[in-house]
């Protein structure tokens, strides 16, 4: 409870789904999914702490969660902040000053949490809450380690299987049946492209579209594995590549690497980002992202960002997404993202590997 007694708080109260399944230790789908499901985790200074669930959810946060002290309410018979107000009155947190994930409640609970009880002080604690998730244990990084190499597997054997006349749908199936085989609970996004759809960031694969022999395929995928996920992408030749696509494609490779080898302690975010600017400029390669890069955990962009102005200083333990982007002169876009955690003296990679700087072509089989 070091973060309520710093902010002078009389409890914490985490309610985001990111948040509520850190603090309770209890992944509940639904909360994340079914916004009006709502989920309070609340740790009072002075007192045990408990949680406000659905009634639904009740058996799997009292498997999962070192809370014991667990309160239901009734779907749709009940209003969930309701439930709230009456167990913080209850528990005399009906006023004073309470830390809370404003970025996250609904007007319409901040309403009638504040006209039910409107002696309380609300202080947005959110990203006080995320900066805690941002130091991984050894656990939460042996896990990331093990979702993002699965992942990372499935895309070489996935693209090792494509060949000149596959649809982008079946190319990306590939790698989504590759995920889940591996141990996935299912995929959480599959961005997948080819030639001018690949400067559309988020692009989903489309069934009719067969990339050409001189286009280039770009994704950014990811499954999931329970509360956490895993965020990798890469781009490939559909064959034939061009000299100009080929250098562009070793200038990214070459800035991302130059990148990830800053990393140590004491660096600041924002550092990371100025100097793959650098890099970019100094391969002569167009630079166009708002962040190079962002922390990983039970949140996909997790605090802190890779750009600038976010001064957080880079400490042992965090887990971060290292992912610049940049245009050829036809307007393609390339992009390689690796995840690594911050060391002692610096990281370790936590993908088999970073892209090979050579564009690899579909069909074409990559080890490590």
């Known amino acids: 409870m070091q973060l309520a007694k710093a902010h002078g708080l009389d409890a914490l109260i985490a309610m985001s789904p990111e948040n509520f399944t850190y603090v309770t230790g209890a992944y509940v789908l639904t909360v994340k999914q079914i916004r009006p499901r709502q989920a309070f985790a609340v740790l009072p200074v002075n007192a045990d702490p408990f949680a406000v669930i659905c009634k639904i959810e009740e058996g799997t946060t009292r498997s999962e969660s070192w809370i014991t002290d667990l309160r239901t309410y009734i779907e749709f018979a009940d209003n969930p902040i309701d439930m709230l107000i009456e ?26 949490l504040m006209a039910a009880l409107p002696e309380l002080t609300l202080v947005n604690t959110t990203e006080e809450i995320a900066a805690v998730r941002a130091i991984k244990t050894d656990m939460e990084v042996d896990l990331l380690e093990k979702t993002t190499k699965q992942t990372h597997q499935a895309v070489l054997d ?54 050409q022999e001189g286009e280039t395929i770009r994704f950014d995928v990811g499954g999931t594995y329970g509360a956490y996920a895993s965020d990798f992408a890469r781009t490939y030749s559909a064959g034939s590549p061009s000299d100009m696509q080929k250098q562009t494609y070793a200038a990214l490779c070459d800035a991302q690497k130059a990148t990830i080898e800053a990393v140590k302690p004491g660096v600041l975010a924002e550092d990371l980002f100025h100097l793959c600017v650098a ?38 333990g965090m887990v971060i997404n290292i992912e610049p982007g940049t245009r050829d002169e036809d307007g393609a876009m390339y992009h390689t993202e690796d995840l690594l955690v911050v060391t002692d003296t610096g990281f370790r990679l936590l993908t088999l590997g970073l892209a090979p700087r050579e564009l690899p072509v579909i069909g074409q089989t990559i080890t490590y």
Not at 193 to 199: H, I
Not at 290 to 301: R, T
């Open 87 to 112: 167990a913080l009155k209850g528990a005399g947190l009906g006023k004073g000053r309470l830390g809370m994930d404003l970025d996250y409640l609904p007007a319409s609970s901040h309403a009638r």
């Open 158 to 211: 996935a693209m090792a299987a494509a060949k000149l006349g596959d649809s982008e749908r079946q190319m990306a199936d590939r790698i989504a049946t590759n995920i889940i085989q591996g141990g996935a609970d299912g995929t959480l996004f599959m961005c997948f492209s080819s030639g001018e759809r690949t400067a559309e960031p988020h692009h989903i694969a489309e069934i009719d579209k067969f990339p």
């Open 279 to 316: 890099e970019f400029d100094k391969h002569g390669i167009p630079f166009h992202m708002p962040h190079i890069g962002h922390s990983f955990g039970v949140e996909l962009h997790e605090t802190p960002m890779l750009r600038p102005g976010d001064k957080t200083p880079l400490k042992p």
